[in-house]
C-alpha cells in the first residue's frame, strides 16, 4: 500500500491518498479523501470566474469531501485518515509521500503514530525531475484503463483541471488549466505523489 497527502491550510482544498495494487486484475486502485475549511466552503458559495459553481455541498453530503476546521485545515484529520485504515482494513503504508511544503506537523504527527520517517514518509520535490516519469507512467495507466479511482466525482474533476507543461528537456509536470484559482488539481496531485514512488519499485 503507497499513501500519498497534498495539503493546503485556507483558500484550497487538502488531500490524501492510498494506492492498493491488484495484480491479479492488473489494477491501480486510487482511494482519495479530500478536506477543505468551513471558510473555503463559505467562499465557494459565490459563483466562480466562470460564473458556474462547483458542487462542494452535494460532495459533502456523499462523504468524498470532508469539512476540516474552520480558519485552517486541522491535520489531525488527515492523520487520522491514515490510521483508520489501518487499523479498519490492515493496509499497512510502505511509502507515503508528500510535499514537504508546510508539511512538517503532518510528518511529525504521522512519525508519532508509528509510520517511520526515515524509510515510509517520503518528501517529493514537485518539479520535472522528479515528476516526469511518474506523470508519463499514471497518464498511460489512465489510457489503459489501469488506474481505478472509484469513478469518484471530485477526484475526476481534478482530472479534468490538468494541462502537462514540458520543459526543454521533455520532462513533463502538471499544472492548473489556464492557471485558474477555482479549478483544483490536488486529487491528481496527491495521486501523482504516489506514483513517484509506485514508479520507483514497480
Not at 63 to 72: D, E, I, K
Not at 129 to 143: A, C, G, N, R
Not at 169 to 189: C, E, L, S, T, Y
Request: net charge neutral; with cysteine.
Amino acid at each position: 500500500v503507497i499513501g500519498g497527502f497534498d495539503l493546503s491550510r485556507t483558500t484550497d482544498m487538502t488531500a490524501a491518498n492510498t494506492l492498493l495494487l491488484d495484480p491479479e486484475r492488473n489494477k491501480v486502485i486510487a482511494i482519495t479523501m479530500y478536506w477543505v475549511t468551513q471558510k473555503f466552503l463559505d467562499e465557494q458559495r459565490r459563483p466562480n470566474q466562470s460564473g458556474s459553481y462547483i458542487p462542494w455541498e452535494a460532495w459533502i453530503e456523499r462523504g468524498l469531501v470532508r469539512v476540516s476546521g474552520t480558519n485552517a485545515i486541522d491535520y489531525h484529520d488527515v492523520a487520522n485518515w491514515f490510521i483508520s485504515n489501518h487499523h479498519k482494513y490492515g493496509w499497512i503504508y510502505q511509502y507515503i509521500n508528500y510535499d514537504s511544503w508546510s508539511a512538517n506537523y503532518l510528518v511529525e504527527e504521522l512519525s508519532a503514530m508509528g509510520f517511520a520517517r526515515d524509510t515510509c514518509l517520503i518528501p517529493t520535490i514537485q518539479g520535472y525531475k522528479t515528476l516526469s516519469v511518474p506523470m508519463q507512467t499514471l497518464e498511460t495507466d489512465l489510457k489503459e484503463k489501469t488506474l481505478v479511482y472509484q469513478n469518484n466525482d471530485v477526484t475526476k474533476w481534478c482530472f479534468t483541471n490538468v494541462e502537462m507543461v514540458q520543459d526543454r528537456n521533455g520532462n513533463v509536470m502538471p499544472k492548473k488549466v489556464n492557471d485558474q484559482r477555482h479549478r483544483k488539481i490536488d486529487g491528481m496531485a496527491v495521486i501523482l505523489n504516489s506514483y513517484v514512488s509506485f514508479s520507483a519499485n514497480r
